[in-house]
């Protein structure tokens, strides 16, 4: 098994993140993070996108760490299932205080959630 975060995982060009801005089919949020996602073709690869603005949080290392996680997370527990692009913003600045296992216990409670619509959106 790769493990590696490849290019084909990753939402790259701006046009593939407008399409999951413009129209989400998937909407999770919680105090640390908001997901969104747009379905792809059912058993097409699920794909990852990133905003952490600087704005948000400031310091180089605190936003690296927050991406680390938020991509250990997606290829452990959502890459592929879902079938979906999503994207994931960190809602402030309190994320930066927080510790690595509580962010992991949200994004996988954004996984899940995202996982169960998706299962109720393509059974329709």
Do not use: C
Request: glycine fraction near 4%; proline fraction near 2%; charge should be positive.
């Amino acid at each position: 098994m790769n493990a590696a975060f490849t290019r084909s995982a990753r939402l790259t060009q701006r046009i593939e993140f407008d399409r999951v801005f413009s129209a989400p089919q998937q909407r999770s949020s919680d105090r640390y993070f908001t997901v969104l996602g747009r379905f792809r073709e059912k058993g097409e690869e699920s794909r990852l996108g990133m905003v952490v603005a600087k704005k948000k949080i400031a310091r180089t290392h605190e936003r690296n760490r927050i991406k680390r996680l938020i991509r250990e997370s997606f290829r452990l527990e959502a890459k592929n299932q879902l079938s979906m692009d999503i994207v994931v913003l960190p809602r402030n600045g309190d994320v930066q205080l927080v510790d690595n296992a509580e962010l992991f216990r949200s994004l996988s409670k954004h996984w899940k959630r995202l996982q169960r619509e998706a299962y109720l959106y393509r059974s329709n």
